[in-house]
């Protein structure tokens, strides 16, 4: 069960946002990733409780920030519910899209799991539903994935699998590069991997 820490950055000046202390693991059903966040001063920031079934789709999705709420799931595309600081009023959302998104490097993750890309197939394009902080305003997001590598670096634990993908983001251009071990992020934009206890699951394609 891998267990650690990453760091946030600001993707255009490098600002610290904040850390994410997470832990994550494989279970019968699928995957599970729950976190919480805090400021640089160490105060507290959000939290995330993502469950994956064993095909990559979000079957429960828990956000929280600056008291608003998020749960959703994948139904008919994906379906949520958004309740503001006050509890009294909620709106709920449905896009056709393949699954969320969000600053948190759980995203990454489940979206590698769902697309199942091998090394030098076509980029894929998927519709992911991303909720910007601080206030979880949702946005509807079209991306191209492609697994551009896939290599094996000898560990003490045996070989460690790191692959590396490609992100485009079609609205704007912007193109980036993930590397992701199992379930863990190595290293993304935004985001550094500052502890690890044990090694990544294998998450499988």
Known sequence: MPRGRYSLHDLHDHTPLGEEHFQCAPGPS??????????PAGDH????????DELGRP???????????????ALDGVTWVRT??????????????????????????????????????????IRLVTFTDPVLAPRTVDQSWALVNSEAHATDNGPLIVDEYQVDTLDTGDRHTVHIAGDVVLAAPGIELEDLESPPSDAGR
Do not use: C, K
């Open 84 to 125: 503001d600081p006050t509890g009294v009023h909620a709106t709920e959302g449905n896009v056709r899209a393949h699954t969320f998104s969000g600053t948190s490097p759980a995203f990454l993750v489940a979206t590698a799991r769902l697309l199942r890309l091998t090394p030098g197939s076509p980029a894929t394009r």
């Open 45 to 52: 920031l959000g939290s995330v409780d993502l469950a994956l």
């Open 30 to 39: 699928g995957w599970r990733y729950v976190s919480r966040s805090t400021t």
């Open 59 to 73: 079957i429960r999705l828990e956000l929280h920030a600056a008291s608003w709420q998020i749960r959703g799931a």
